[in-house]
């Protein structure tokens, strides 16, 4: 029951903040979003890193959470501060020689783990760094209904999941070894709250999809919103499933306690940060 509550709290206020950030103060190319983007994906990068420490693959907080914020933090200064876009690689290449030159001055005792040092840097640049990159992305079609879509498209399937499969899902467990708790029912509930959000824009809203609505009819409108949000639905359950197998391997339940109801950082992005590449090119390629 509390975690009900919580889900419910989250949810009620969670959708309503992120329509305000979003759609209400969408200034600077949404530089409040993209400054929230750059603080959960940096604090997801330090939850990364200690769920690798598990497996002794050891690097400092603080350079967990500067690498992890780099790609999401060098793009918000190009698109909302006006910054010359030569910063992006300049920062990225900077964190790159980072990692690999400091290895060269690792004391002796630890020379013997500099490599798995190199690869737990890589990986939170990558993840969450490089996949959160395109949240901030977004802002480039200075379209806060289609940012604000994208974050209802992965609550909505994240939403649905937890109630169908709650209501249906008792004799349809264990299909995935990475998370048993999830069911066939809690899949098809979450893909299918995402394609029903899609449509439901695309009938009330259809000035978010503004380029589809001129240019061709409004069956293929709604094909089309069918289609990004059943994709959405899809990679966002899959960004789930990679950090319950990050997590299980690693020994750990929850990646941390940053948000309530849904433990960590890293639990709250790990459908956010897979599917928004995959509806930034969907979105773009349809509209």
Not at 107 to 114: L, N
Not at 129 to 154: E, Q
Not at 245 to 274: E, M, P, W, Y
């Amino acid at each position: 029951m509390r975690k009900l509550i919580e889900r419910l709290l989250v949810f009620f206020i969670g959708v309503p903040a992120f329509f305000a950030i979003i759609v209400l103060f969408p200034f600077c190319r949404q530089l409040l979003l993209n400054i929230l983007t750059i603080i959960f994906t940096a604090v997801g990068a330090v939850e990364f890193s200690s769920m690798l420490e598990k497996k002794n693959l050891h690097i400092s907080k603080i350079e967990a959470f500067i690498l992890g914020s780099l790609a999401p933090l060098s793009l918000t200064l190009v698109i909302s501060l006006n910054l010359p876009e030569w910063v992006i690689p300049l920062m990225l290449i900077t964190g790159l020689e980072w990692v690999l030159i400091s290895g060269a001055f690792s004391k002796s005792a630890k020379m013997d783990t500099a490599a798995n040092r190199v690869a737990v840097c890589l990986s939170v640049i990558v993840y969450p760094g490089l996949l959160m990159f395109w949240v901030v992305k977004m802002a480039i079609w200075g379209n806060p209904g289609a940012v604000f879509l994208f974050f209802l498209l992965t609550f909505a399937n994240d939403s649905a999941a937890w109630l169908t499969g709650n209501l249906f899902g008792k004799n349809n467990r264990g299909l995935i070894p990475a998370s048993p708790n999830k069911s066939i029912a809690g899949f098809l509930g979450g893909f299918l709250g995402s394609v029903l959000i899609a449509l439901g824009a695309a009938n009330f809203f259809p000035s978010v999809f503004s380029a589809g609505v001129n240019t061709e009819s409004v069956s293929n409108l709604f094909v089309k919103a069918a289609v990004l949000g059943l994709c959405t639905g899809i990679f966002g359950t899959l960004g789930d499933l990679c950090e319950s197998a990050i997590k299980r391997s690693c020994g750990f339940s929850d990646s941390g306690k940053f948000v309530l109801g849904r433990g960590g950082s890293l639990d709250s992005i790990d459908s956010i940060a897979i599917a928004a590449p995959v509806y930034f090119v969907l979105f773009n390629l349809f509209f």
